[in-house]
């Protein structure tokens, strides 16, 4: 499987977890491809082709940023809108990114208790990210969950490290997709009882 990261944080420099989970992904070179749109395109201008044949050679696509205002940095959303161009999702050939999964792994400044229904938030980050998995369903994608850190401004360095090792984990799993999982769990239940 190749796994995609692309990788939105608008001050990089300044990140403690964003940039340790991108030196820990580093370690993967096999497996996982970085890429970096702040740094890539500090100008904001987009190079459209080039991000979609980057999408094309890869299964998994990780959308990394740092929560800001329940949301994505801007050239986050800049890039999807740029990238995901009617004409090349759905013009000759069509297809281009059909069946591809998406994963969005976040830091986040607030704590978990406070992302729940009455909490200081009171909304979950499922329902925060409600929009990017309503794009992934429309564009063919199949959206897999999400990767978080919260209390990421207050964190230690031990818990940035853990998270980082653990979020290598996450997006590196199979079993990361339901779809995966069921077909397993059906092919055991058809072995174990043949005839229904
Ligand atoms: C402009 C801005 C907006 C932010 N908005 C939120 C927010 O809506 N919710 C939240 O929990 N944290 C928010 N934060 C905190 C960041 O999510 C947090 O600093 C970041 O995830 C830490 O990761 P880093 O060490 O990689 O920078 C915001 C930070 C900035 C700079």
Known sequence: MNILIIAAHPRIEQSRVNQRWLSELREYPDRITVHELYKTYPDFAIDAKNEQELIARHDRIVLQFPIQWYSVPALLKQWLDDVFT????????????????????????????????????????????????????????????????????????????NSAVRYVEHITSPDLNPITVRQRMLAEMTKASPNP
């Open 86 to 161: 009617t004409s090349w999702l759905f013009g000759t050939g069509g297809k281009a990114v059909g069946g591809k999964e998406l994963v969005v792994a976040m830091s986040i400044g607030g704590d978990e208790s406070s992302y729940q229904s009455g909490g200081m938030i009171g909304y979950t980050i499922s329902e925060l990210v409600r929009p990017i998995q309503v794009f992934a369903n429309q564009i063919g994608m199949v959206f897999l969950p999400h990767y978080k850190l919260y209390g990421a401004i207050k964190a230690a360095d031990v818990q940035i490290d």
